[in-house]
């Protein structure tokens, strides 16, 4: 042993760790950029398909809709009750 002195790395031992450190920074690029990209076609996949059910119920709930025209025909109370006009 050389007494715990530590030497300086050499320029090959330099040159590798720069190449390595330049790998991984890339590596760590693409796989960010891929990740993304999932996550932004995962994000259109779901709002298309949120959008696709709202469409569906919405257009199913307009079909179960009933339009009619109608009269609306008070009751009378039982003390406004008219005796019915005199026959001939």
Do not use: C
């Amino acid at each position: 042993m050389n007494g715990g002195t530590r030497t300086t790395p050499g320029f090959l031992e330099r040159v590798l760790w720069l190449i390595a450190a330049a790998v991984i920074l890339t590596l760590a690029f693409f796989f960010l950029a891929v990740a993304l990209i999932v996550a932004a076609v995962l994000a259109a996949f779901v709002l298309a398909r949120w959008w696709w059910l709202n469409r569906k119920l919405g257009k199913a709930a307009q079909r179960h809709v009933i339009t009619a025209e109608y009269t609306v025909v008070e009751r009378e109370s039982p003390g406004d009750r008219r005796p019915p006009p005199p026959g001939p």
